[in-house]
Structures are given as structure tokens and as C-alpha cells.
């Protein structure tokens, strides 16, 4: 059957959709990691004979179809095709649903096999690989090549109604995008510029990185132009990605906004443009059943997940925003659980809306179905300034010594020796450091051997234990296995992007060690996920100095850099230095009570709403005692540690238009960034200090490792992520054209040539 070939789906995908059928089952039945994965496949394609192929690429067609993807092995002398999957464990307890899905898979490669190289049949066999064991359990069937052609044309007929309704969707989605007009009456000022840069780096399919002032519109002039270029690019998808609750809601705001749908009331609105955008929620956060388990037994929601799942998916790509409720809505409807419904929404959205990690993390999903699917993406990545601390984050790995301690005494018997010895090997190490002239804190040039390995044998154990025993429930056991597990995976890639170090408190038999593989430059890891994307924008109000994101986020050759004018003026913002203060940490004490005063004295000339920013707790706690009993008068609220949500609502709600009075609050903290305060609710900002991380033993050798790295180890470490929480800060003042404010810059450093370099450049600084 042939035609005009307008529809490309991988052998995987094409099976997932027309051969997954019966519970969800997430049963702990722990799977092998993707590099033992990696190392099962060359195993067994080692124990093969000369004529064996890997990674064959095949392809066929069927009506609009093309069908792609590459088996894992042919052996040529025996005929033999081979799917190959690792496990652990008991083979037995496989649900009977994964086996369907293999020897869907293995059938359809078997097809074009037999297609590409003219075959009248070939045998088929499922090479099951035990990682624990290393041993291999063959399944077999001879199959003919007729037979496997009739098994592949049922799956492309199952499936050639979706996407042939995908192909309609994906046409008019594109005429409609083409046609697509700004939804304003203009840009705003620098927003075109904004847009225009965006653009140009989807035509160049190169990198940006963009600093945009707040108050432009950096959401819709971001949007907007790569929606465009997704009509005009091929692209299939944009993802774009927030730090935050609240850069979501702005991305579908926007999208409402850009498509003609009503937010307050979607369903009563017909799109002006079919754009189909989804919004990924935490796991823990679209959980209905948080007390149960992930598997039909155990949860309503699992049960029959994949015999629902079709009807739940055309219904809920009816919706015109995929937003949390609406996904969650169209789940409850069909009796599917509303997260394992939107990831499986992801493949079919246009827009997708979510966090850093869906796409930047060690297993991000998006970037996993990215490269399984070789969908063209363009990724968003907003308020970016905050991607170095992100990306630190997700590389990074801790051991603590206290959870193994604690593990040991409750384990089951058969994990007690391999637990013992990985405690023995972490002794030694204790007892080595205390020994050392750094008790306390030190980084080692290489990992522990000993201990490495036997943390190995460790984690294998655990495995195996858990796929003989999938019911047993140990949040302790659980917990350090993944723990384990995601530090020994860190631990293969280890180099200079990261220390490894280790932290001791106390002594003796009750000291108590933090291992840490500390990742500090992300930008080996990163550098896959922008080569698999068309292009990446980052976006910020502070992305200054650019040559530092580049280096640290490892972003790629050719990446384009744009400064966006700011629409605001310098006589908007009155920028003060006061210079003749020191919030140094051995000048604290002295500097409370002229900052005291001069905030006093701005708020008697100027009475309304003010923001006092301070570099911790301990030095805003102390600031604002001394100004409460110097100044009774004057209204304060305080940002306490460990606010939750609703005290965070209630500190900003105390800026009203016609309110008065001061906030004090921690830089770099909830309220110093994404706080939007236009008008007269926020008038002014006291910034007291240049918000450098604190010295200590980690950051000091992060200073070092910088220093060797890009021979810049006190800017990268200190200077330039203190004065991002600064400006960021002081952003909260001036939100709109018509805004007028005054910020403080308290500490005299603020004065010297190189730190006032990197504030922005519409802003006229008065040091006095």
C-alpha cells in the first residue's frame, strides 16, 4: 500500500500505542540503570559469532506511514533476529502485558527485516539478560515473512486513524499559526526586539541567550515568534520551561492569550489557532491516591490503565488547555490516573508547559522522548539565571552515614553482610579524615575505590532482593537504595565538573559523614540536551556577564546573545550607593543602626511600601530589631525561615496601594525575584549587602576548581551569582513605564567600577 508518505513513527511508539494493553504497574521491580543497559546489550552481542549485526537500521511503509526504528541484533548465519532486554530478578513475575510489548516489537522489526532484505521468514527470538547473573534466557519463534507482514499491516491499520487525524491536526495547526496575528494592538518596547531575536535563532537553529527586562512581556515576546517559527521551521514542539509555580501560569496565560481561548471559561471558547498545550505537574502533586501504590491491585486508577487510555486521550486532546485541572478532569472522567495520563500527552501536545528538570534533568522524560521520537523542539527556558543553582542540583549526589547506620539494624538478614561491609569501607574513611589535618572537611582528588565498590555490590544485592520480594515495603531500605543508586551513577561520569567531598561531624563512633559528589560546572551534562534540541533560548532579566552562563551551562558554539533595551528611564529609578556602610561579615554589628537610619530617613521623606533586602535570617533578624525599637513607629513585617504558602500570600498582601510601611526579607529568597508589585505597592528597596555566597571550605574550593577552570574563581563563585539576587531585587521596584522608586545599595564595594559593571545600564547611580 502506498501514497504520499506525511506521517514518520518509531517502532516503539507505533507498539506502545497499538500493543499496551491491561494495568498500569509500577510494581518495585527495580530495572537495570541505562548504562547497565548499555553494558547487558554489548555482553550478549559479544557472545554472538562474526556475521552478527547490532543496532540494525530498518524502515517501512504503510499508507501515510513511515515506520522507523533499529533492532538490536541480527545474526546472518542462524537467521536470528534479536530484541534484547536487561532485567533483575525473577523473570517469572514479568506482567504478561511487557512480554505482549516485546514480541509486538520484535514482529514488526521481524517485518521489515524481511522486507529490506527479501527473506521468506527469519526467527525471532527475545534475549531476556539478567544483570545480576549475566545469564541469558532465549524465547523463540519461527516466524514467516507473510505472517509478519499481516502483523505489521494490523498495527499500521490501528494506527493509521490517528495519524491521519494528527496529520489534519498538525496542517491546520501550522495554516492557522501562519495566519496568526500579535494579539496586541503593538509591542511593547523592546518586546519586538525580543521576538525578532528569537526567531532569528530558530531560522539559525543556534542557541540565545536573551537578558530582557522585566515588565516587557518576555512570555508572550517569547512565545509568540517561536510559534511562528513552528509553522515556519517544521518544528513539532516547544517546551516551555519555569522555575516556578508561577512562570507555569504565565506560559499558559500566554498561550490563552496567543490561541484565542478564554482561561476563566476554556471550554466555552473556540481557538482561533488548534494548539494543543499541556501542563506537567510533580508526581506527588497529581497523585489521587497518594496511600496506594502504582499497580491495579493496589489502585483504582492503574486498573485497566491502558484499556481506558484511549478514550481518556482523544477526550482530553479535545480540551484547548491542558492545564492541571482540565488533565486532571478528563482523567477522573475515564478512571485513568491523571499523571501517567499527561506524560502520555506529551507525545501528542504541541506547547508543553513544566519545569527545568522535564528536559534538563538526569532522566528528564522530554528529553528522553525527544531523542526516541527525533522530534525537531525548540526549548523556552525562562527566568534562566536560575539554571546554573538548578543544574548543580540535578547532577549532585549525597551519602549520609547516619541512614546507613540506621538502615543496618532493621535490614533484612540477607542484605545485613553486603550492608556491613559498605559500613566497614566508610569507617575507614572516617578514621582516615580524622586522622587528617582536615577533620572536619575535605576533597578528595579521587573516589574511593573500596568504598565505591562496595556500595556496588550493595545496590546489586538490594536489586535482587526487591525483584524476589516486589511487595516489600521498607521507606528506609527504598530510600538509601536510590540514594546509592543515584550516586554511583554520578560516580561513573566523575571529573573536574564535580568534587567529590566529604563532610564530618563529631567524633569517634559517633561521628558522622556526608559524602557528597558535588557537581559544579553542569555543562557536560547539559550539552546533550541542547544538541538534541533545533534551538534553546534562556531568558532572564539577569543574564549578565553571558560568557559566564555559556561557560557554566556549557551552552553550544554559535549561541546567539541579545541585551533588550529596557522600555524604562533612568529618572523612573533613583539608584543610591551608600557608600560609607560595610555589611561585611565583620562589620555587621556596627552597620545595623546606620542602615536603621537611612532607611528611616528615605521612608519619612517618602512614606509607602518598601522591601529591605538582607544576605540571611541571622542579619535580618537583628536589622529588624534594631529597627523596631529604634523606630516603633514605623509599620514591619518579617519573612520568616520555612514559610509555607499561605504566609507567603499574607507577607505580600501587606502591600496594598495605599499601604505603608517595611518588608524585610532574605535576598536571593522567595520574595527577592518573581514578586510583581506594580505601582504604588512597592515603592523603594533597600539592598544590604552584595549578596556574595558565604566563605566557607565549599565554596573555597569551588573558587579553586573555577579558578583552574576558567581562571576566574572569584567572580564565578562569588561576584557573579551575589550581584544576579542584587539585581534581581532591586527588579521588584519599577514594573511598569509609569512606576517611580528609589533603591538603596548599601555596602561600599557597591561603589567599585567592576561591580557596577554589571548593574543595568539604564539605571543612574548616585554613590555617595
Not at 310 to 323: E, G, Q
Not at 473 to 485: I, T
Request: aromatic residues 10%.
Amino acid at each position: 500500500m502506498g501514497g504520499m508518505i506525511s506521517y514518520t513513527v518509531a517502532v516503539r511508539a507505533l507498539c506502545e500505542f497499538t500493543a499496551k494493553t491491561g494495568d498500569l504497574d509500577l510494581r518495585f521491580t527495580p530495572t537495570p540503570t541505562a548504562q547497565e543497559g548499555i553494558a547487558g546489550h554489548a555482553v550478549v552481542a559479544s557472545r554472538r559469532g562474526d556475521g552478527y549485526e547490532k543496532e540494525v537500521s530498518l524502515s517501512g511503509e504503510y499508507g501515510p506511514l513511515r515506520v522507523r526504528g533499529r533492532a538490536d541484533g541480527y545474526d546472518a548465519p542462524a537467521n536470528r533476529l534479536e530484541e534484547i532486554k536487561t532485567y533483575r530478578g525473577d523473570l517469572a513475575r514479568m506482567p504478561a502485558n511487557h512480554r505482549a510489548l516485546h514480541w509486538a516489537q520484535l514482529k514488526v522489526y521481524g517485518h521489515l527485516l524481511c522486507a529490506a532484505r527479501n527473506l521468506a521468514g527469519v526467527q525471532l527470538a527475545l534475549v531476556y539478560f539478567d544483570i545480576g547473573s549475566q545469564k541469558e534466557t532465549l524465547v523463540t519463534e519461527e516466524a514467516q515473512a507473510s505472517d509478519l507482514q499481516a502483523f505489521y499491516e494490523q498495527q499500521c491499520r490501528a494506527f493509521i486513524a490517528w495519524a491521519e487525524q494528527e496529520i489534519a491536526h498538525r496542517a491546520a495547526r501550522d495554516a492557522a499559526l501562519k495566519a496568526m496575528r500579535f494579539p496586541h494592538a503593538d509591542f511593547r518596547p523592546g518586546q519586538r526586539q525580543l521576538a525578532e531575536a528569537m526567531y532569528k535563532a530558530s531560522t539559525r537553529g543556534c542557541g540565545l541567550l536573551a537578558q530582557a527586562p522585566t515588565g516587557i512581556g518576555k512570555t508572550v515576546g517569547s512565545l509568540f515568534p517561536l510559534l511562528k517559527a513552528t509553522a515556519e521551521h517544521g518544528l513539532d514542539k516547544i517546551f516551555f520551561l519555569a522555575a516556578k509555580t508561577s512562570g507555569r501560569a504565565m506560559a499558559l496565560d500566554a498561550a490563552a492569550t496567543l490561541t484565542g481561548v478564554d482561561r476563566a471559561a476554556p471550554s466555552a471558547t473556540i481557538p482561533i489557532v488548534p494548539l494543543r498545550t499541556l501542563e506537567l505537574v510533580a508526581r506527588d502533586k497529581a497523585c489521587e491516591h497518594p496511600d496506594k501504590a502504582c499497580h491495579g491491585e493496589s489502585c483504582p486508577l492503574a486498573q485497566g490503565f491502558y484499556d481506558r487510555l484511549p478514550s481518556a486521550r482523544a477526550a482530553a486532546l479535545l480540551a484547548p488547555i491542558l492545564d492541571r485541572d482540565a488533565v486532571r478532569a478528563t482523567a477522573l472522567a475515564h478512571q485513568v490516573c491523571p499523571y501517567y495520563l499527561a506524560s502520555e500527552l506529551a507525545r501528542w501536545a504541541d506547547v508543553i508547559v513544566g519545569d527545568y528538570n522535564y528536559y534538563f534533568d538526569i532522566s528528564a522524560m522530554l528529553y528522553s522522548l525527544t531523542v526516541q521520537n527525533s522530534w525537531k523542539v525548540s526549548v523556552l527556558a525562562d527566568e534562566a539565571h536560575n539554571m546554573v543553582s538548578r543544574t548543580r542540583k540535578m547532577y549532585s549526589a549525597e551519602l549520609e552515614h547516619a541512614q546507613l547506620r540506621a538502615l543496618r539494624k532493621v535490614a533484612p538478614e540477607s542484605l545485613k553482610k553486603v550492608l556491613d561491609r559498605v559500613h566497614r569501607q566508610w569507617n575507614a574513611l572516617e578514621k582516615e579524615q580524622l586522622a587528617s589535618t582536615q577533620p572536619d572537611y575535605q576533597v578528595y582528588a579521587e573516589l574511593p575505590d573500596k568504598f565505591t565498590g562496595a556500595l556496588q555490590t550493595a545496590i546489586t544485592a538490594i536489586g535482587e532482593f526487591y525483584a524476589e520480594h516486589p511487595a516489600h515495603m521498607d521507606h528506609d531500605l527504598q530510600h538509601f537504595y536510590f540514594y546509592a543508586m543515584a550516586f554511583m551513577r554520578l560516580a561513573e561520569s566523575h571529573g573536574d565538573h564535580a568534587l567529590f567531598d566529604v563532610t564530618l561531624d563529631g567524633a569517634g563512633t559517633r561521628a558522622n559523614s556526608t559524602l557528597c559528589l558535588r557537581n559544579i560546572v553542569p555543562a557536560p551534562f547539559l550539552k546533550p540536551r541542547f544538541d538534541a534540541a533545533h534551538t534553546t533560548a534562556l531568558f532572564s532579566a539577569t543574564l549578565s556577564p553571558w560568557n559566564y552562563y555559556c561557560d557554566m551551562l556549557g551552552m553550544p558554539q554559535g549561541t546567539a546573545w541579545v541585551d533588550v533595551e529596557s522600555p524604562f528611564m533612568a529618572d523612573q529609578l533613583a539608584v543610591r550607593v551608600a557608600g560609607r556602610i560595610s555589611t561585611r561579615y565583620q562589620h555587621r554589628e556596627r552597620s545595623l543602626a546606620p542602615i536603621a537610619e537611612l532607611m528611616r530617613d528615605q521612608y519619612a521623606r517618602q512614606p509607602g511600601n518598601y522591601l529591605a533586602f538582607f544576605s540571611s535570617f541571622d542579619y535580618l533578624d537583628k536589622a529588624a530589631r534594631v529597627f523596631i525599637e529604634r523606630y516603633p513607629d514605623i509599620p514591619v513585617w518579617q519573612q520568616e525561615r520555612r514559610m509555607d504558602e499561605a504566609a507567603r500570600e499574607a507577607f505580600i498582601a501587606r502591600f496594598t496601594e495605599d499601604g505603608r510601611g517595611i518588608g524585610f526579607a532574605v535576598l536571593g529568597g522567595a520574595f527577592g525575584e518573581g514578586v510583581d508589585l506594580p505601582g504604588a505597592r512597592l515603592i523603594g528597596a533597600f539592598i544590604a549587602t552584595l549578596g556574595l555566597p558565604q566563605l566557607n571550605p565549599v565554596n573555597e574550593q569551588i573558587r579553586q576548581r573555577m579558578e583552574t577552570i576558567f581562571g576566574a574563581g572569584y567572580n564565578y563563585t562569588y561576584l557573579y551569582p551575589g550581584m544576579q539576587k542584587v539585581v534581581q531585587a532591586a527588579g521588584r521596584v519599577i514594573r511598569t513605564e509609569t512606576d517611580k522608586g528609589t533603591v538603596y545599595l548599601i555596602d561600599d564595594r557597591f561603589a567599585r567600577p567592576e561591580v557596577r559593571a554589571l548593574l543595568p545600564q539604564w539605571w543612574h547611580v548616585d554613590v555617595a
